[in-house]
């Protein structure tokens, strides 16, 4: 049962479960403070391939059958993929997925796809549509840096704010509810809206995103009637080490003080002393590879008890930069919960 509580805000009075996921990074992740909670690190930045756009694919691949084999289930077994990437046409969820044979529902939220994956994969399990349902998402740097800013070899100089694509790929496979609610379970949601304040600098991500988990997070909190200490954690998705700073100010002005419980996962995933990555890690996969390889396993292992999960994006395209507009941000929110009998 779905219980709406807000326009674009529910909770699952009957949550589906995560039965299983996956992290699969880089080279460059594996060798940052987190570099040890991922399922697998490629230190061929090629991941086998000719190209950087089959690389993210392969990516993508792996991660999936990564999952699957940890919940003990096959393609087979899947009713719905929903998958997203940051490449036009979202081709490295499309080619990487084909040959599962499984149906899918291709999903673009920008750097929030994971958290929208995830929103929609539990609508879709808590109806009875499907059984089993997987979210899947990824980004690698050369192809976000080849499609969103310079070519590799071009060597730009990047200012302080700008934060580095991660090359990782994370998935969760969800679990239509059974009756017996104990598990990682999704126990609520919040469908984030465009917020656009005007940034137009595209190496200034964590400003124009800020505003739109500020939003989220507000709208969440107010709908549920809770404050952010009833949570272990509030998970951003890749604000950076600036826009975090930027949501807690933000915050703090509509009365909410997240600064005790909040943890960002751009700002997580490297050093900025060591690995020359300035203000933080970005893309698809820098939020969905710490959910699915640091975040998810403290669940389960019992050191955290319910978490609010808020993917954030930047839906810019080159086009629309050259032509003048701004980066308009988004937010999804999922609220997960441990449960137990």
Not at 19 to 27: I, N, S, T
Not at 156 to 183: F, H, N, Y
Request: proline share 4%; charged share 15%.
């Amino acid at each position: 049962m779905i219980q709406n509580m807000a326009r674009g805000v529910f909770q699952l009075r009957q949550p589906p479960r995560i039965v299983g996921y996956g992290a699969v990074a880089g080279k460059k992740e594996g060798e940052g403070p987190m570099g040890q909670c991922f399922d697998r690190v490629e230190p061929d930045a090629y991941f086998g391939q000719k190209t950087w756009e089959q690389a993210e694919s392969q990516m993508q691949q792996e991660t999936l059958t990564l999952a699957l084999a940890k919940s003990g289930l096959t393609a087979q077994s899947l009713g719905c993929i929903l998958a997203g990437d940051l490449m036009d046409q979202c081709i490295g969820s499309t080619f990487g997925l084909r040959s599962f044979g499984i149906p899918l529902l291709g999903i673009y939220g920008a750097c929030s796809t994971m958290a929208e994956g995830l929103l929609l994969s539990s609508v879709l399990t808590a109806s009875g549509a499907v059984t089993y349902a997987a979210a899947v998402t990824s980004s690698h740097f050369s192809t976000a840096e080849k499609q969103f800013r310079y070519p590799l070899s071009y060597g730009g100089q990047r200012p302080p704010t700008a934060q580095w694509t991660c090359t990782a790929s994370g998935a969760v496979i969800l679990e239509q509810p059974d009756g017996v609610t104990e598990g990682i379970c999704v126990t609520g949601g919040c469908v984030g809206k465009i917020v656009d304040l005007g940034v137009t600098d595209a190496n200034h991500m964590g400003a124009a995103m800020a505003p739109a988990a500020a939003d989220t997070i507000a709208r969440y909190l107010e709908a549920a009637g809770t404050q952010p200490h009833a949570y272990d954690a509030i998970v951003t998705g890749d604000l950076g080490l600036v826009g975090s700073q930027l949501l807690v100010e933000l915050l703090q002005k509509q009365g909410y003080d997240i600064a005790d419980v909040h943890q960002d996962c751009g700002a997580m995933m490297f050093d900025p002393e060591t690995q020359d990555t300035h203000a933080g890690g970005s893309g698809c996969g820098c939020s969905a590879s710490l959910l699915c390889g640091h975040f998810l396993p403290r669940l389960q292992q019992k050191n955290l008890r319910q978490i609010l999960f808020v993917a954030t994006g930047a839906l810019l395209s080159p086009t629309a930069s050259q032509q003048g507009e701004s980066i308009p941000g988004i937010a999804h929110l999922v609220e997960l919960t441990r449960m137990v009998r």
